[in-house]
Nanobody, 120 residues
Framework: QVQLVESGGGLVQAGGSLRLSCAAS????????MGWYRQAPGDQRELVAV???????TYADSVKGRFTISRDNAKNTVYLQMNSLKPEDTAVYYC??????????????WGQGTQVTVSS
């Protein structure tokens, strides 16, 4: 079993910054893609950013130039640095990871979500 634990959400004023962290733990052989999605009330869950095991990144157009995704492979941890936050960034942010377990099975795992609220 693999668990993803997120931290770093909170309330911030527009223009401010937050840094989200997500650590994967458990019966892990390796972790491939890691990423962040978000879901605002009444909206569908949407991709924010993804980073491959080799460090290649993909961003939603709405966050390009403001958000930076990174990872520490030794700690199986992914980060999302969010700068110049806007009220429309308000959402629950979910971490995701594609992990291979110690029994060599590959699954998609999701964190429990962390609330980010940006006030105007």
């Amino acid at each position: 079993q693999v668990q993803l634990v997120e931290s770093g959400g909170g309330l911030v004023q527009a223009g401010g910054s937050l840094r989200l962290s997500c650590a994967a733990s458990g019966s892990i052989f390796s972790v491939n893609d890691m990423g962040w999605y978000r879901q605002a009330p009444g909206d569908q869950r949407e991709l924010v950013a993804v980073i491959t095991g080799g460090g290649r990144t993909t961003y939603a157009d709405s966050v390009k130039g403001r958000f930076t995704i990174s990872r520490d492979n030794a700690k199986n941890t992914v980060y999302l640095q969010m700068n110049s936050l806007k009220p429309e960034d308000t959402a629950v942010y979910y971490c995701t990871a594609v992990a291979i377990t110690t029994t060599f099975q590959e699954y998609d795992y999701w964190g429990q979500g962390t609330q980010v609220t940006v006030s105007s």
